[in-house]
């Protein structure tokens, strides 16, 4: 018998799928996951291809060859974007409000910063669609892994914003945020007492 659970794929008593809720959304999304990423029990990635049934994953660093997503983004009907703060991005909020700059497919690149940036750097099919932002969202509340940036989200955190502002319908999508509190508060739990204070503050 597996100590994993064959479906969200973390250990034992770590299992989200209690905490899954499946949601309908209208935009296509798609998780670029560095390779560090895929073994780490705090990855938020596997919460969203379990609640969104046209969520797809795929895990590398650089996609410009990617066969599968090179074949998707030759699609006609499929207005792709990337959710990277580059300079050119375009806030999503004012792109959801134009009807001149449809959004069918949301990619999300599911790393650190700096496995992000890279990730985005080393895929030319990715420099070659338009980039998006988010704009007005509170900060992360991923308590228990540090981000270089104040305001750094998870990446089911990211897509929560991101479809929300693109769907104009933010507690549809709440069911990601309450899956991602819970998995975070009971791995708090499971820390020896004073070891979440020493090394991420006071206790929530």
Known sequence: MSRYCEDCGKAGNACICQWIEKIDARTELWILQHPSEVSRPLGTARILTLSLPNARLWVGEDFSRHEEINSLLADPDRHAAVLYPDEQAVPLS????????????????????????????????????PCVCLDDVPAGNYRIRKSPKQSGLSTVEAAFHALSQL??????????????????????????????????????
């Open 167 to 204: 769907e104009g319908e933010s507690r549809r999508f709440l069911p990601l945020v309450t899956a991602f509190e819970k998995m975070i508060d009971y791995q708090i739990s499971q820390m020896p007492p004073g070891l979440f204070e020493r090394h991420y503050g006071k206790q929530p």
């Open 94 to 129: 004012r792109r959801a409000a134009s009807n001149s700059l449809p959004l069918t497919t949301l990619i999300l690149l599911d790393g650190t910063w700096k496995k992000a940036y890279k990730m985005w750097r080393l895929s030319a099919n990715l420099q070659a669609l």
